[in-house]
């Protein structure tokens, strides 16, 4: 049976996800069988598994660490913001219900059957499993039924190692205060902690290192400076978007919408040198000067399409492509280009029927069945093969749909205006291809930089294991998950 330990954090985004990684990376090196495990993860930012399931997109990478394809029981529950109350809920990589959050809260005590069963199953194939969990067990308030962090620990008995970001500042008050609001039971079963993400000479920190390990009594298994490569590393949160990227002469803006989903389709854009990439947020207009505009996917097509009205930035996009600029929408940003979108059962929340931009001759229908599925596919103007992958509600059709940017077994996906300059697909993840990517460049007069994405991000997972190993200790954190509980 495996050792196991869990990743907690003393607060949001101190690098739980790519610490999990990287520990991941560097066991699997050690010659050990290895699986990442997070039990609730909140992201709009999902990843497809070969079976055509649903699993955050860090779990997704954290398997890539491992050296394996992801699976469903590396992510349980995934839960998908569809508005600022409610939650897709999927379970075990299928949609089970959309829920507000305090219905949600009546849900939990049937989850952590199907959290635990997914868990066992990792343990039994495996010699180490580590563990995210998800904010902070500080929010003692959510303690009830919790299936995320310490919850789950004290069902599943498994050593927790408690993470602090010192770069947002107040890490020693984060460690003590969380020690400090826990009960007895689930503040035993700390075991260790960790400082992450410190910039400049780390011994400047050793008085605050060992006043936490004095006050705590926990073991300190080291603190970890700023990872420089951790932009290489696709993100989870919308929160770590670059808001700017490269320098290059072809400038591509993508819209941050208030949904915004699978944006990790920026991230190989991100790594070419010859565009430069600019993330817009709220109340800033699009530049009319770019050469492309990406409106990328959202978890909430209907009220996203409000939201970039209400920024004004429809009228952004009209004055940039009477200058000539171009517009690619993804999964929901095409389906935002069509001329209607319907939504009578109200799938994605109030039901009705809104005009689209109107830069697409197609039409969509909402409808409860959901697509998710890994794709291969052929790009119709280069003959460059794509692998990608769906994961959208609705349906489109209309005339522009006779000129498809893609095909899939023969059958068209996604339109192009007979100008050429507007175009719109379903297929997440294209840009991850180096060829089709290069190719699509081409295509608007860019030359790709060559740049190998994949092999960048397993490259980048050995750096992160060798930061680990220097900056860690890593055979405590071992030793551990070894010991238990």
Not at 465 to 483: P, R, T, V, Y
Request: charged share 20%; hydrophobic share 45%.
């Amino acid at each position: 049976m495996a050792s196991t330990v869990m990743i907690q954090g003393a607060g949001s985004n101190v690098g739980k996800s790519m610490l999990v990684a990287g520990f991941a990376r560097a066991f699997m090196r050690r010659g050990l069988v290895v699986r990442p495990f997070k039990p609730q993860n909140m992201s709009n930012n999902a990843a497809v598994t070969p079976e055509g399931d649903e699993i955050g997109r860090a779990q997704a990478l954290q398997a890539m660490a491992c050296g394996i394809e992801p699976n469903v029981h590396m992510n349980p529950i995934l839960l998908k913001p569809e508005s600022e109350t409610g939650a897709q809920v999927i379970v075990q990589g299928k949609r089970l219900t959309t829920a507000k959050a305090r219905d949600y809260a009546a849900l939990k005590p049937r989850l952590m059957l199907p959290v635990l069963e997914s868990f066992n199953r990792l343990k039994a194939e495996a010699d180490l499993v580590i563990i995210e969990g998800a904010g902070s067990p500080a929010e003692v308030n959510l303690r009830a039924n919790d299936i995320a962090n310490m919850g789950f620990a004290q069902a599943a008995h498994v050593p927790v190692v408690l993470t602090g970001d010192i770069d947002r500042g107040g890490v020693i008050a984060q460690m003590v205060g969380t020690q400090a609001v826990l009960d007895a039971a689930d503040e035993a079963l700390i075991k260790g902690f960790l400082i992450n993400k410190f910039r400049g000479d780390p011994r400047l920190f050793d008085d605050g290192y060992q006043l936490i390990k004095q006050r705590t009594g926990w073991a300190g298994l080291g603190v970890i400076p700023w990872f420089a490569d951790a932009h290489r590393l696709p993100a989870e949160d919308a929160a770590d978007l670059r808001h700017k990227s490269g320098d290059g002469g072809f400038h591509i803006v993508v819209p941050q919408l208030s949904r915004i989903a699978n944006f990790d389709d920026l991230d190989p854009l991100m790594q070419e040198p010859g565009l430069r990439i600019e993330v817009i947020p709220a109340g800033v207009p699009l530049p009319v000067e770019a050469d492309l505009i990406l409106i990328p996917g959202t978890k909430s097509t209907i009220a996203d399409l409000a939201y970039f009205r209400a920024q004004g930035w429809d009228i952004d996009l009209a004055a940039a492509m009477r200058r000539g600029a171009r517009v690619l929408g993804l999964c929901g940003g095409y389906q935002m280009l069509g001329r209607t979108i319907a939504d009578p059962d109200g799938v994605e929340g109030t039901s009705g029927s809104v005009a689209g931009l109107g830069l697409l001759e197609v039409d969509t229908m909402m409808t409860g069945d959901k697509r998710v599925t890994l794709t291969h596919a052929v790009h119709v103007g280069s003959g460059t093969p794509a692998q990608g992958y769906e994961i959208h509600i609705g349906q489109t059709a209309g005339p522009d749909r006779a000129r498809p940017m893609f095909r899939i077994d023969d059958q068209p996906e996604g339109a192009i205006r007979s100008d050429g300059r507007v175009m719109g697909s379903y297929l997440h993840g294209i840009f991850s291809e180096d060829t089709f990517r290069a190719a699509f460049l081409a295509g608007l007069g860019v030359q790709s930089g060559g740049v190998g994405y994949a092999q960048g991000v397993d490259a980048a997972l050995d750096a992160l294991a060798d930061h680990l190993e220097a900056h860690c200790d890593c055979d405590g954190l071992l030793q551990i998950a070894k010991s238990g509980v």
